[in-house]
Structure formats: C-alpha cells, structure tokens
C-alpha cells in the first residue's frame, strides 16, 4: 500500500471519530453561575411555568411573549429587571419572588420553589 491509498482511509476514519463524538448524549454542564443546577430541567419548567406567555426565550418552543423583555442573550446582560446586578443570587430571587424585589412589578409571583429557580436560572445562563 502506498501513501497515496492511505490517506483517503485516513481522512474518512477521522471524520468517523468526529461525527462519533459529536453524538455524545451526554448534557452539557450547568454554566459556571449556577453550578448545581440542570439546564435542561430548566428549559422544561420555563414551558411548565408558562414563562414564554409574556418572554420570548430561545431555544423553548412557543415562548413568543411580548408582555415581559425578551429574555435572549440573558447572560450577557448587566441587570435584572433593571435594577439588580445580574448574578445567580439575584435571578433566583427574582425569579422566586419578583413582587418583593420590585412591589407592583407586572411580574407574577408564580410560586416558583428556590430549587426550581435555580433550574430555570441555569437555563437562562445558557442564553448568551
């Protein structure tokens, strides 16, 4: 075999090594903001919660909302609802208890647990 005739091989075997590991079914993991929580347990309680009724948020089927700010690029941004630092305490607090940030906010109390915020937190995060 001359090196001609392995170099075709060569390239179709690493391009089976590539296409193999971007299958991995393994999630990514929770962006360094909320380490403990699960994005993708997120991305389900955002639709649960009904948050795309008044969001727009990428990634979540349906969540078209004009009511509240779209929610895109959330990690990148400086506040959350305009007057808290955006870190993962805030967001969870907000996103617990909007109505004791900010009283008379058209933000809805939905009764959202701490540990569901930290999900939904973590899905947010992933938005930059």
């Known amino acids: 075999m001359n090196r001609r005739s392995r170099t075709p091989r060569m390239w179709l075997a690493l391009g089976l090594l590539l296409a193999a590991a971007g299958c991995s079914s393994t999630p990514p993991p929770p962006p360094p903001q909320v380490r403990a929580g699960q ?17 727009t948020i990428p990634g979540i089927n349906g969540a078209n909302g004009l009511v509240g700010p779209p929610l895109t690029r959330f990690g990148a941004r400086s506040y959350i609802a305009g007057e808290l630092v955006n870190n993962a305490d ?3 607090r907000w996103i617990v208890d909007p109505q004791a940030v900010e009283a008379g906010t058209a933000m809805p109390n939905l009764g959202i647990p701490p540990i569901d915020a930290q999900d939904i937190a973590a899905y947010l995060y992933t938005l930059d």
Request: glycine share 16%.
């Open 39 to 55: 994005p993708d347990r997120g991305a389900t309680l955002i639709v649960q919660y009904g948050c795309g009724s008044c969001h």
């Open 90 to 92: 805030n967001l969870q």
